[in-house]
């Protein structure tokens, strides 16, 4: 069972759109261990946070289906936590009463409200923001907003994180700082996450498997990177190694070698 | 290789217009002067600070006017002076709230009747717009079935609508509220449901991942996102139903500010026309602004 965490099982996704249907992802299959970090990564257009909307539910795949724990995804649950590119939160709320919008639809039910409040704050510390809880989103930096969002997605306790880009919008020190947060936190909670990103280092340095797609229409799975570099990961040690080296370089090869030509 | 040459064209304008800039420093000198001017101190320190003008300016705005207006008085006719004017309005706000029988009561009854009337029609078109708007901007369908009647309705004077309201109501005051209904009731439909559909995507993506009940999207996401939008609304109704009552309580009758002007020229006294002006002014400018406020109180950015 832990082998076929979460199955992406033949996902076809055709769009409906004015000039005839549009094929945007062929044939993907896919199996997530629990635990494990997988990043879904290609050249922007080539499907992958379409692919990333239907694990979440968000859209419904054309065939094909998607299994979480056993269990199919029929919609949008709050057993996968998503982290939004753009933060997505909600600028009337402060940063706690973002987060605890969350908690209370999922322990609301079962748990008291010093509970709630506490598991809140928890989630809060854990992205290292327990100091600004009660600021509001646009008295806050944008690498901040974003590990706000992180904080909502992890304080339910889901089975599978899926971050769409999560650091695309963010300056390089920030995504830097991040990223060592990210996997940090990863490390702490033994969360399952699919993340989409197109940023090799970023790929390289936090995924145990890269899966490379092909650009659309109909893309697909071009190839799985086996990303065996020892855990824990450290950022400067890793920027000499030689094995690092030859992934990064293997995942450049793929997507600007043999992908570019289409793409252009 | 297109790259190349763009970036060659940025490079070069800048060297082009040294020349001509030299040119328009000797054919302009005092251009030159002014721009060496901020070097010496003694001249920063002789100008007036920034936010004078910008606080005498009403000031003198209003002087003008009030020239302007003693003037024209002067030159003939039967508008009353500005001092004149001036001595009548110390005299009506002296005491405001006197009521001498159903036709003759003070300024400030008038002025909140027809703010009581403004309230109670804004009111009620808030209960039946607000709502609307949000069934409105929620289903493509409703907004369809509403487009050709907002649209036809939308332009038409409100006091055309007063016949009606005298016809059902057999009664000045409910026709005037009624008139007052009608004229709020777009602007709040039309603001809420522009808000409703500009709501971003986002927002409702984490209602969607979540899977927040109905009236949890509405009290955390719908009512917050769309709040804005709705105090515009508010904010034009109210504009126009200050700007309705004045006419509608001057073909209605009773007491009202606009019953005021119609009985003062049937007195003659322009005086205290004039004063009912300013009155209607300013209190327009005070629920304006109070509306502002409110917008200011409620924006998230």
Redesign the interface.
């Known amino acids: 069972m832990t082998d076929r965490y979460l199955q992406i099982d033949e996902v076809h996704m055709v769009f409906e759109t004015r000039k005839g249907p549009f094929c945007a992802l062929e044939e993907i299959s896919l199996d997530i261990h629990a635990g494990e970090f997988v990043s879904l990564i290609g050249h922007s257009g080539c499907g992958k946070s379409t692919l990333l909307n239907i694990v979440a539910g968000l859209l419904k795949p054309t065939r094909g289906h998607i299994v979480l724990a056993e269990r199919e995804v029929t919609g949008p649950g709050p057993d996968r936590g998503v982290v939004f590119q753009n933060h997505s939160l909600l600028p009337w709320l402060t940063c706690f009463e973002n987060v605890h919008l969350a908690v209370e639809r999922v322990f609301g039910a079962t748990a008291k409200k010093a509970v709630l409040r506490e598991r809140v704050h928890r989630a809060l510390e854990l992205v290292q923001l327990g100091h600004a809880e009660h600021k509001y989103p646009h008295e806050i930096s944008g690498g901040m907003k974003q590990r706000v969002g992180i904080a909502r997605a992890l304080s339910i306790e889901p089975k599978v994180l899926l971050l769409d880009e999560p650091f695309g919008a963010l300056d390089a020190l920030t995504r830097a700082r991040l990223q060592d947060e990210l996997m940090r936190i990863v490390a702490a909670t033994g969360s399952t996450v699919l993340m989409v990103t197109h940023d090799v280092d970023e790929a390289v340095f936090l995924s145990d498997r890269v899966v490379m797609m092909t650009n659309g229409p109909a893309a697909t799975i071009g190839g799985i990177l086996t990303i065996d570099l020892p855990r824990p990961r450290e950022r400067i040690a890793l920027a000499g190694h030689r094995r690092y080296m030859a992934l990064r370089a293997e995942l450049l090869e793929f997507l600007y070698r043999k992908q570019m030509r289409e793409a252009a | 290789m297109s790259a190349l040459p763009a970036t060659v064209h940025t490079l070069k304008p800048p060297r082009v217009e040294i020349g001509p800039a030299d040119e328009s420093t000797q054919l302009h000198p005092a251009m030159n002067q002014a721009s060496s001017a901020p070097e010496k101190p003694l001249y920063v320190r002789t100008r007036a600070p920034d936010w004078l003008p910008r606080v005498l300016a009403p000031f003198i705005g209003l002087a003008l006017f009030v020239a302007l207006w003693a003037i024209i008085a002067r030159a003939g006719g039967r508008l009353p002076d500005p001092v004149s004017t001036w001595h009548s309005a110390v005299d009506v706000f002296s005491n405001p709230f006197y009521k001498k029988g159903p036709n003759d009561q003070g300024i400030g009854w008038n002025v909140l009747t027809s703010l009581g009337r403004v309230g109670i029609g804004f009111g009620l078109a808030a209960l039946v717009g607000i709502p609307l708007g949000f069934m409105l901007g929620r289903f493509r369908f409703l907004s369809d079935m509403a487009a050709p009647i907002i649209s036809i309705l939308k332009p038409v004077s409100p006091l055309a609508w007063l016949p009606i309201g005298l016809m059902v109501f057999k009664a000045a005051n409910p026709a005037a509220i009624y008139v007052i209904f009608v004229c709020s009731l777009w602007p709040m439909i039309v603001n809420t449901a522009v808000g409703v559909r500009h709501i971003p995507q986002?927002?409702l993506?984490?209602a969607?991942?979540?899977?927040?009940s109905e009236w949890?999207i509405f009290r955390?996401?719908l009512f917050?996102?769309v709040l804005p939008y709705m105090i515009t609304g508010v904010r034009l109704s109210i504009g126009v139903a200050w700007l309705v009552i004045v006419a509608a309580e001057m073909l209605t009758g009773g007491v009202g500010i606009g019953f005021w002007v119609w009985d003062e020229w049937n007195n003659l006294n322009v005086q205290h026309i004039i004063i009912a002006i300013f009155t209607v002014g300013i209190v327009g400018l005070a629920l304006e602004q109070g509306m502002i406020l409110l917008a200011r109180r409620f924006s998230?950015?």
């Open positions: 986002d927002y993506n984490v969607r991942v979540l899977n927040l949890t955390k996401i917050p996102a998230y950015e």
